[in-house]
């Protein structure tokens, strides 16, 4: 190959990682504004918080059942006619929700658009993971998760433009699932085979090949969903006003945003599982300095860390995925990563929830504090095996 080929190749490769971090960023803006759009309405109907939390458990409920499903899908649809169809029937899903505005239909429709919504997500991860150059995969694979990051931070920014009412914050989310089509459409024939390579794994067959890698999953997905949903309860019991620790969270979310690039940067020089521990023993040291800090100004760093490094456990993870899994064992094992998100999402809050109740506030920072713990106990004691 001479050095034009080779630079046209490049530039292809560029192209089509850019077009499918284009269409996961739209997917992500339109889940990012559809949980509190529903949330919302829901309340306005003097639904209760319990039903309303019920609700919103059917989405990752949807991708849990889902995710087994996805590597026979891809192997007999294709991905690309997988990932299309799905980003379709996403929109159609959503319309329903908001044709039948009924908190009992929308338990089975919120199952459906987990069920739909999850394959689209699980093969635009696959694709860059394949696309992105060895020696790059760690910014590439920070970029991604920057952009999903503010993709989701965005969706309910979208709300304060159309409103919360009506049909207009619902056509906003069906057109962001039709365009995130079309941006996929554009790529398509640029993008890996990714269904077709290796012998055929499950995704139960996967599991037992990267257990720890599959359980900082958990742990990031826990770690993730128990802060955003207890730390006001948290802060309430320091009669912290609700503004400030939206602030926060806001603070966190940011951290997140911001500094998966640089830890991506830093995972090419050191390699992702070393960063990964880094990542986990920060995030430890976060739980422990939550009660000292929280009320000091030194809470906004600490936060800002905080969010950078929690979220960084799952970059890394997904790095290494890359690195080591190829073919059909990297489509199994991202639908494996999918399925251990929605555990971890689903698990963490109500445990965390219920050592509030048992140990009063300091619960929260035990419970995370005592996960993270256990990762990185297994992450020495495990060493360089998997």
Not at 32 to 37: K, V
Request: hydrophobic content about 55%; some cysteine.
């Amino acid at each position: 190959m001479d050095l034009a080929e080779q630079n046209s190749g490049e530039t292809m490769q560029w192209a089509a990682i850019t077009g499918v971090i284009a269409t996961v960023s739209v997917f992500a803006i339109a889940q990012g504004l559809s949980y509190p759009l529903l949330s919302f309405i829901l309340q306005r109907q003097g639904v209760s918080p319990a039903m309303i939390g019920l609700s919103a458990a059917m989405t990752p409920v949807g991708f849990i059942v889902s995710s087994p499903l996805i590597p026979a899908l891809a192997r007999r649809f294709g991905a690309g006619r997988t990932a299309l169809t799905c980003a379709a029937l996403s929109a159609i899903m959503l319309a329903l929700i908001g044709w039948t505005q009924n908190v009992y239909l929308w338990f089975p429709l919120r199952f459906l658009i987990g069920v739909v919504t999850n394959p689209l997500y699980v093969l635009s991860e696959i694709w860059v993971i394949a696309l992105a150059p060895p020696l790059r995969r760690g910014r590439v694979m920070g970029i991604y998760s920057t952009v999903i990051s503010a993709g989701f931070a965005a969706g309910p920014l979208c709300l304060l433009a159309v409103g919360t009412e009506g049909w207009p914050p619902f056509l906003v989310g069906i057109a962001a699932f039709f365009f995130c089509g079309a941006c996929l459409a554009l790529v398509l024939r640029r993008l890996p085979k990714v269904d077709e390579a290796g012998h055929r794994v499950s995704v139960m067959g996967f599991m037992p090949m990267a257990w720890l890698l599959l359980s900082a999953v958990v742990v990031a997905a826990g770690f993730e969903q128990a802060v955003l949903a207890l730390l006001p309860v948290y802060g309430a019991h320091y009669s912290i006003e609700e503004t400030r620790m939206s602030a926060l969270l806001s603070m966190m979310i940011a951290g997140n945003i911001a500094m998966q690039v640089p830890l991506g940067l830093l995972a090419e020089r050191l390699t992702a599982r070393l960063v990964r521990f880094i990542c986990v023993s920060l995030t430890l040291v976060g739980c422990a300095l939550l009660p000292v800090l929280i009320e000091t100004p030194l809470i906004w760093p600490c936060v800002f860390i905080w969010g950078a490094v929690s979220y960084g456990i799952y970059t890394m993870s997904i790095i290494e995925l890359g690195e080591r899994f190829t073919g059909s064992a990297l489509v199994a094992g991202n639908a494996a990563f999918s399925l251990m998100w929605g555990v971890g999402g689903i698990a963490v809050p109500p445990l965390a929830g219920g050592a509030m109740d048992i140990l009063g506030a300091d619960g929260l920072p035990i419970t995370l504090g005592a996960i993270c713990l256990a990762l990185a106990v297994t992450t020495v004691l495990r060493g360089r095996a998997v």
